[in-house]
């Protein structure tokens, strides 16, 4: 491991491991996915073994395996009304708490169990903040039914997108058996709410890597090993 991703990693687990400082007994928390996300699992972990008594729900099947390989207490959403609040970690966020997030595919499960939750905690390295969102790609979930269909719409609207692969023959799935488009926003960047209501309004779409309007606190560790809310 190269010196940098190794600073990183220790970024990552101090968001994560102060994110999972703020849990409280009773809480219902959503844990997200992604390698942020993988450390505040790991904290929370070592938190209900020295006592801590949570409810969690996973956005993943990779971290639903995760926290139950540790022991957290998992329940359904449907069981729910409301979590308390969810850890999830964001591939951009700008000086606003606007989002994009989906490298890691599982952004239609994060939007749901976030936008269920009384707060969205972001967890998050230096790296991830911008000055403005959409200069790298925005994952995008679409169905599988008639996919090259979708993504002509999509260019239909100036976005070229990428099927995202799991290897060069086999397209990638999520956990709910969609593909993703991973799309480069046109430069000037455009009003992104509106690009997104028109994203939205193609069918076969079924959710964008946008999160506008949901990012409460956000913990950002620190290649010393310290971290920052903002
Ligand atoms: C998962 O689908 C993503 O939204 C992740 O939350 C995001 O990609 C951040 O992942 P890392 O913490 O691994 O950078």
Do not use: H, W
Not at 35 to 42: L, P, Q
Not at 176 to 185: A, E, P, S, T
């Amino acid at each position: 491991m190269g010196k940098s991703s190794l600073n990183n990693s220790v970024a990552k687990q101090m968001a994560g491991r102060a994110a999972a400082n703020l849990i409280e007994n009773g809480m219902i928390v959503g844990l997200g996915t992604g390698s942020t996300a993988n450390y505040f699992i790991d904290s929370l972990i070592l938190r209900c073994k020295e006592g801590l008594k949570i409810k969690a729900i996973a956005t993943s099947k990779q971290s639903y395996i995760r926290a139950q390989n540790g022991g957290i207490p998992l329940i359904d959403i449907n069981d729910i009304s409301i979590l308390d609040v969810t850890v999830d970690g964001a591939d951009q966020i700008d000086s606003q708490k606007q989002m994009i997030k989906g490298a890691g595919g599982a952004l239609l499960c994060e939007k749901i169990i976030a936008s269920s939750s009384r707060e969205m905690i972001v967890v998050i390295d230096e790296s991830k903040l911008v000055k403005t969102l959409g200069n790298q790609l925005l994952p995008v979930e679409i169905v599988t039914f008639g996919f090259k269909a979708t993504m002509r719409k999509l260019e239909l609207l100036g976005l070229s997108g990428i099927l995202r692969m799991s290897d060069s023959s086999t397209p990638f799935t999520t956990d709910m058996g969609n593909f993703i488009v991973d799309i480069q926003l046109p430069t000037p960047i455009r009003d992104l709410e509106v690009l997104n209501q028109q994203i939205l309004a193609i069918p076969g779409v079924i959710e964008t890597g946008f999160f506008f309007n949901i990012a409460g606190r956000v913990i950002i560790g620190k290649n010393d090993g310290s971290y920052q809310l903002f």
